[in-house]
Nanobody, 121 residues
């Protein structure tokens, strides 16, 4: 079973930055083989795709709302995927989660606890 542990969230003023991390573990989970992604869910809204990165970091894709501000990366040796978030806006406030992804859809069966990002204006 895959375990995903997100961290790095917090309270930041608009225009600030945060770096999120997601550590994956599991006896049979070959992290380096999967495209991974970040998703977020704001109160009262559905979970949405934020960013994805291919297994070898060769391809990345982003939601239009975060292009140019967020950067996804990964370290396969550490089974960890990162999300560098710059120029944060109040509308970025949400709980952030990572998961396996295909296109913009999550493919992992379970979610971690997420990490809360709150951006004040």
């Amino acid at each position: 079973q895959v375990q995903l542990v997100e961290s790095g969230g917090g309270l930041v003023q608009a225009g600030g930055s945060l770096r999120l991390s997601c550590a994956a573990s599991g006896r049979t989970f070959a992290f380096s083989m999967y495209t991974m992604g970040w998703f977020r869910q704001a109160p009262g809204k559905e979970r949405e795709f934020v960013a994805g990165i291919s297994w070898n970091s060769g391809t990345t894709n982003y939601a239009d709302s975060v292009k140019g501000r967020f950067t996804i990366s990964r370290d396969n040796a550490k089974n960890t995927v990162y999300l560098q978030m710059n120029s944060l806006k109040p509308e970025d406030t949400a709980a952030y989660y990572c998961n396996r992804v295909l296109g913009i859809r999550p493919t992992g069966g379970s979610w971690g606890q997420g990490t809360q990002v709150t951006v004040s204006s």
